[in-house]
Structures are given as structure tokens and as C-alpha cells.
């Protein structure tokens, strides 16, 4: 409870892991809040359902509230003019301002009389967009600071979000971001892509990263790596070297 | 969303960005043509011919007899019950095929272009921008652009929005050098552009398009003269696919002989 779990991915594709972290918080009952900036809600749905969840059921009963930005920005952009005391979400790409997206997030799992789920989580897929869309890194990061006051402190919820980054990146705002939140995170999963390349039985590294030098002073962080497979309904770790087509 | 990092000339970008067009052609799908280099009737009429097999030809020509002899309706005396069957079946060969072969040598048929229905989007010739999307924080001629897509995606019933429509087809966009000096936007000239986010936005937002729409989209893009490499790193995470295409022509290793069978290579 109250954890920030920072998702990492570093030349592959990190995704598979919000895909897990979504349907593992809503079969355990959570109240769960997907800013989903990258793609559409059919894709998430697929993939859910392959794992055994459905979006469109979690939407209904009111445990999943989805934020699906390519539809909202459409909306925005091409739609009717907003009511004023609704403001959209992704204001920012007018405004550069993020206040609207955290107060979607904050009304979103503030729990209401009526409901009984366990504990609210808040997922971002994924942070690096917000700042090709315009916002400054530092109002990224003041959104962050905001969320987890109100999801982690507050509401005793957690937040899971995922980043991009790469090795010599020149994106520097964006490793300004992923630094930041590297130093304020209490679990850090860090999905590599292998440094000879592309291999079809090893799809990339895994570094799980659990700070407990945030709990205790004199602590050091533990840090273990596995590399994965990924298949159809699930992914499969091991110590490094030791795939099953080595083995 | 196929995003294509130009070669130095944009001679191989280029004839990627034709055989786009011309598979659509082909396939019937819809086109939608922007450009801010050159007209797109003009990029339309440089098209390349389709290898059409001998196979595939004699079928159009027996369609073709077999229509003019409808007249002619034998009565059929045993086999009455399958009078009242269609007379020819659709030619299933076209569709079992993926993709077709171009000879680049010639230029598809005026008639085969007519064949489909076209848009096209020439920044020059178009209106200035609306005061709405002064909102969009944008660069005018992208944000014209998109409006122009989506109207077209609206209109002609890609986004399912028309149901009505009995026949759903696929539109095939394709954007020419997206990103050069020729569209209003200075990420090509400095490293520290006006508005950096413009391009990145842009794609966003027709990531958004295509994603409720059947379409697919092609964007030729001169990023050997991006110099603001971020950019260039974030377009990546925006995009589906990303193919960079990098020709021989004027680097050393044109005359090295290892690569001497090659024109260039392409990054994927």
C-alpha cells in the first residue's frame, strides 16, 4: 500500500508489464484509475482478455476508470465547445497546464459512499508522452508529486507508471523525468532489451530494483536480474543464461 | 503508422511512398494525398505500373465476354434448380495474393488511377487556418492537415460513423517530407526549434485518427536534416513501425565493394 512502482524499458517494449499490473489489480478487487495515453481501449481489451480480465465488464461496474487520450484528445481537438465546468483532461496540449488531468485523477479513485473496492490505483501509460504533447518536465514531474500526495498518502492507493528511456539518449527532459522518479521510487522494474540484440528465445532482461534505502538509512537497495520470455498469456523469467532452449 | 526517415536525396523514400499509393490503387482502397513539395496530381501520375499476371488478365477478359453473352440464356433442361444461380463467380484470385509486383519502368494507367477515389491536400493551395485551432498550439499547416484527414475520415465513413454504408474500404494516407522547411516548421533548420512539440503533436493526434478509422499511413520525412535528436527519439515511441532508409549514393560507400550489389540500407 502507498508503493510508487516505476516501469522502465530501455530498447524493447516495457508494455507487457502494464498489461500485467492492470489485470492483476483488477482481479484483486482494486479501484483502478488508467491514464492510457499510447493506444486505444481495444487494444488493452485484447490483451486483458487473453489474461482473463475484461475491460469493458471492470468499466461497467464502475471498478475501472479508463482515460483513453488519443480518443479524448480527438475529442478535444475536432469536437463541440467544452462546457465550462467540465474542463477535458488533456487541457494540457492548449494550456501546458496539467492541473486538469490530476484533478481527473484525484475525483477518479476518491471513493464514493457507495463503493467497497480495495484500495485505489492509479496506472499511467506512459509518462514519456506527456512530453512530446508539450508539458514541461517539471510540471511532469510536479503531476507526479501531486498524484502521489492524493493516492499514496491520502488514499493509501498506489501508483504504476511506465517510461521510456534509452541509453545516450539526447532526449534530455526525458531523462530528467526518469531520473527524478528513479530517485523517488520504492520499486523500480527495469526491462532491457539484450545488448547483442534481438534473440527469439530471450526477449530481454529484467532488473528488479526494490529500494529499501528510502525505508531505512544505512539499507542498500536489492537489486536481482532475470531475464524473460514473453508468450501468449504469460512471461516466463530465469537466471540469466539459463533458457530453456540453453538448458 | 509507418514512419520513413528519408535518405539524403529522397530518391528510395520517394519510390517507397509511390508503391504505397500504387498498392492501394490496386487493392481499391481510398488515397489520401498531402504534400507540401509537390502537387499530388502530379505525384499520382508518377505512379508505377502493376505487374498484372496473364492469369489475372484473362479473367477480366472472360468477365468481360461473359457479361456481353447474358442475352444469350440457355435454359438449362436437367439442371433447372441451377438456373437460378448467379452466372459467374467473383474472381477470388486477387485476393489471395499479398501484394503485387511493380515494374518502375512504367507509369500506371490513367484509368487504373481514376479507378479509386482520391483526396489530395497541397499546403499551398489550401485556406488559411481557422481561428478554432488557435487552440491546438500547433503549427498552422499541420494543424490544417489534420483537419483535412479527419474531415475526410468523417465524411466518407472510414470511423464506421456511417452506417448506412455497405462496403467498408481501407484509406491509405500518405504524407510527403512531413517536417521540411516547406511545411512552416523550423525542426529541419535549428536545433532548437520555435515549437518543438508541433511535429510530435501532429503525430499524436493522427495516431489518434487512424487508430478509429480503417486507415494506414506512410510519412516520408527528411530526418537526416533533424538535428534535434530528441525529436527524432519521441517520433520513434509515436510510431508503429519505423524505416529508415539510408542510400549509398554520394558517401564513400559507394565505391567500397562490399556493398557493391546495393543501393543502400534500410533500417528497421
Known amino acids: 500500500q502507498g508503493q510508487f512502482t516505476l516501469l522502465r524499458d530501455t530498447r524493447t517494449d516495457g508494455s507487457f508489464l502494464v498489461h500485467h499490473f492492470l489485470s492483476f489489480y483488477l482481479r484483486a478487487g482494486c479501484k483502478v484509475c488508467f491514464v492510457a495515453l499510447l493506444q486505444s481501449f481495444s487494444h488493452y481489451n485484447i490483451v486483458a482478455q487473453k489474461l482473463g480480465v475484461s475491460l469493458a465488464a471492470a468499466k461497467e461496474r464502475g471498478q475501472l476508470v479508463f482515460l483513453e487520450g488519443l480518443k479524448s484528445c480527438l475529442d478535444l481537438l475536432f469536437g463541440e465547445e467544452e462546457q465550462p465546468g467540465q474542463p477535458s483532461p488533456l487541457q494540457f496540449l492548449s494550456t501546458r497546464d496539467l492541473r486538469a488531468l490530476f484533478e481527473f485523477v484525484r475525483v477518479s479513485l476518491t471513493p464514493t459512499e457507495q463503493e467497497a473496492w480495495r484500495g485505489p490505483v492509479l496506472l499511467l501509460d506512459d509518462l514519456s508522452v506527456l512530453l512530446s504533447l508539450g508539458a514541461a518536465p517539471v510540471a511532469v514531474l510536479d503531476f507526479i508529486h501531486y498524484c502521489r500526495v492524493s493516492v499514496c498518502c491520502q488514499l493509501k492507493g498506489n501508483i504504476v507508471v511506465l517510461v521510456h528511456s534509452n541509453e545516450d539518449s539526447e532526449d534530455e527532459e526525458n531523462e530528467l523525468v526518469v531520473n527524478s522518479l528513479c530517485h523517488h521510487s520504492d520499486l523500480i522494474l527495469w526491462a532491457e532489451g539484450l545488448a547483442t540484440g534481438f534473440c527469439k528465445d530471450v526477449h530481454g532482461q529484467m532488473k528488479i530494483i526494490k529500494r529499501l534505502s528510502l525505508q531505512q538509512a544505512a539499507e542498500q537497495d536489492l537489486v536481482q536480474i532475470y531475464q524473460y520470455k514473453i508468450q501468449d498469456r504469460n512471461v516466463t523469467f530465469f537466471a540469466r543464461g539459463l533458457s530453456a532452449a540453453v538448458l | ?268
Open chain 2, 1 to 268: 503508422l509507418v514512419f520513413t526517415e528519408e535518405d539524403k536525396y529522397g530518391l528510395y523514400s520517394n519510390l517507397l511512398f509511390k508503391y504505397f499509393l500504387a498498392e492501394g490503387i490496386v487493392c481499391g482502397h481510398e488515397l489520401f494525398v498531402a504534400s507540401a513539395k509537390e502537387h499530388p496530381d502530379n505525384i499520382l501520375k508518377e505512379l508505377p505500373a502493376p505487374l498484372l499476371d496473364d492469369a489475372h488478365g484473362k479473367e477480366l477478359g472472360d468477365e468481360a465476354a461473359a457479361l456481353k453473352s447474358e442475352d444469350f440464356q440457355d435454359s438449362m433442361k436437367i439442371a433447372w434448380r441451377y438456373q437460378n444461380l448467379p452466372k459467374m463467380e467473383a474472381s477470388p484470385t486477387t485476393y489471395t495474393k499479398f501484394g503485387h509486383y511493380y515494374d518502375i519502368s512504367k507509369k500506371m494507367s490513367p484509368e487504373l488511377c481514376q479507378s479509386v477515389k482520391w483526396h489530395s491536400f497541397y499546403l499551398h493551395e489550401e485556406l488559411p487556418f481557422e481561428p478554432k485551432m488557435k487552440t491546438w498550439n500547433m503549427n498552422s499547416g499541420y494543424a490544417r492537415l489534420l483537419q483535412s484527414i479527419q474531415r475526410i475520415i468523417s465524411q466518407e465513413g472510414f470511423d464506421g460513423s456511417d452506417p448506412q454504408k455497405k462496403q467498408r474500404n481501407v484509406l491509405r494516407i500518405g504524407i510527403q517530407s512531413l517536417g521540411s522547411v516547406l511545411w512552416g516548421d523550423d525542426v529541419c533548420c535549428s536545433d532548437a526549434p520555435e515549437d518543438p512539440h508541433s511535429l510530435t503533436k501532429f503525430l499524436y493526434v493522427l495516431r489518434g485518427l487512424l487508430r478509429k478509422s480503417l486507415s494506414a499511413c506512410i510519412i516520408t520525412v527528411p530526418a537526416h536534416l533533424i538535428q534535434n535528436k530528441a525529436i527524432m527519439e519521441r517520433v520513434t515511441n509515436l510510431s508503429d513501425s519505423v524505416v529508415g532508409l539510408e542510400s549509398f549514393i554520394g558517401s564513400e560507400r559507394e565505391t567500397n565493394p562490399l556493398y557493391k550489389d546495393y543501393h543502400g540500407k534500410f533500417h528497421l
